[in-house]
């Protein structure tokens, strides 16, 4: 059994095509604004929100002289519509929340579909419109990808996000349930009724505490500078360059900790994950300083999406379920508890197992037709960190799974 996914691939722009990716990205950004200055000016003189069908017309035509496809102008015009959404969401549960106002000096120009065309040499046409030559740039990818959408993006550098078709086959045939308890001291605690595994997380804890050193220390230094000064500048250029860095650093020890995480899921035939979830642990925080910054430091929300989006290539299905008091319930009375430290003691049956693994274990039991978790576990077993932390062993590149 196969499916067709969305997998995004970065590609970098040659260096002489920086100026008219400047101005694509300035006249995404002008279009844009004028589709947010449109549906307040509405808003404000009538009471009523423009429809996205109502505004994209009047925008098509105040765009008339704008030389670049059409397809592209009405990508800004929903990419409005799409914060606008956000922000009716938004303020059903807070009445201080604000629609889209600021306005964009850049903007990711986007490419639909209908604009993109691969060419058997490899070679990438973006088109802008019948009056105007191609964005033209050379890939090693080959035909038939399927390009559903490209996107301009500057990162120290002008890069193309190439979204992309592939078709997956679904190879994991399992049918067992694998319980995740997301932690800021061990970024995975995993049970799957056997047996709890958990993943340290000191060297990302470390990296984060490094990184929060040398941001004070920058912004330390440039506050006794001049803004604008040239000592001011050439502060501010280190601090992204640094911070870039260590963003890579974070994301890769990511990357690597669930692509093992998963490739155990493949192992041992897990078709569903059920994470623990933590929406909301920010505003509950009142610890000391340091703590707080920990969790509000928690990179739990892109943790969740690596998982999810990694095991839906295998056909494993990730849901997120309540995962209040599973810390402090013993998973073999009942009886609740609060932990000391990092481990769990049961003062009305005298169990003891490690904090993380009891959260795991609860949530386990939680989800519907899991069966019940008996006294004699195995101890936690660990996993650590490395820089060549075995992933789950299968590509996910779209232009080799095509």
């Not at 059920?274 to 929406?279: L, M, P, Y």
């Not at 295998?314 to 008091?325: D, P, Q, R, T, Y």
């Not at 996993?383 to 080799?400: E, Q």
Request: charged share 25%; proline share 4%.
């Amino acid at each position: 059994m196969s499916r067709r996914v969305i997998r995004t691939y970065k590609l970098a722009v040659p260096g002489h095509l920086n100026q008219i990716c400047e101005e694509l990205n300035r006249t995404a950004a002008r279009i844009y604004n004028k589709t947010m200055s449109l549906v307040r000016k509405i808003h404000q003189k009538k009471g009523f929100w423009l429809s996205w069908p109502t505004a994209d017309k009047y925008i098509l035509r105040w765009a008339e002289n704008i030389k670049i496809h059409v397809h592209s102008k009405q990508a800004f015009v929903q990419l409005y519509f799409q914060a606008l959404k956000g922000y009716f969401k938004a303020a059903k549960k807070n009445q201080d929340a604000k629609p889209p106002h600021k306005k964009k000096r850049y903007l990711p120009f986007i490419w639909k579909e209908s604009a993109v065309k691969l060419l058997p040499d490899g070679t990438l046409r973006l088109s802008l419109g019948k009056e105007r030559e191609p964005f033209v740039v050379q890939t090693p990818l080959k035909p038939p990808l399927r390009i559903k959408q490209a996107r301009l993006v500057f990162e120290d550098g002008y890069y193309l996000h190439l979204a992309i078709e592939v078709e997956i086959e679904e190879k994991n045939a399992g049918s067992g349930v694998m319980a995740v308890d997301l932690g800021v001291l061990r970024p995975i605690t995993c049970f799957d009724g056997k047996e709890v595994i958990s993943y340290h997380g000191g060297v990302l804890s470390s990296t984060l505490r490094y990184r929060n050193k040398r941001l004070a220390s920058f912004q330390s230094a440039i506050a006794e500078c001049k803004k604008g000064s040239r000592r001011y500048n050439k502060l501010v250029r280190a601090k992204k360059r640094v911070l870039r860095r260590l963003r890579n650093q974070i994301n890769d020890i990511m990357h690597k900790i669930t692509s093992s995480f998963i490739g155990l899921c493949l192992r041992k035939q897990i078709r569903t994950i059920v994470i623990g979830d933590v929406t909301g642990i920010r505003e509950r925080a009142d610890y000391s300083d340091n703590a707080n910054q920990k969790i509000h430091q928690w990179q739990f929300r892109k943790l969740i999406e690596m998982i999810r989006y990694k095991a839906e290539q295998f056909g494993i299905e990730v849901k997120l379920i309540s995962e209040a008091n599973t810390s402090k319930t013993c998973p073999v009375c009942g009886a609740k508890n609060n932990p000391n430290g990092r481990r769990y003691h049961c003062k009305a049956c005298g169990f003891e197992y490690h904090r993380d693994g009891v959260g795991a274990i609860n949530i386990w039991k939680r989800y519907p037709g899991t069966s019940q978790v008996v006294a004699g576990l195995a101890p936690v077993r660990g996993v650590r960190f490395h820089p060549h932390l075995c992933g789950h062993g299968a590509s996910l590149a779209p232009w080799k799974v095509a």
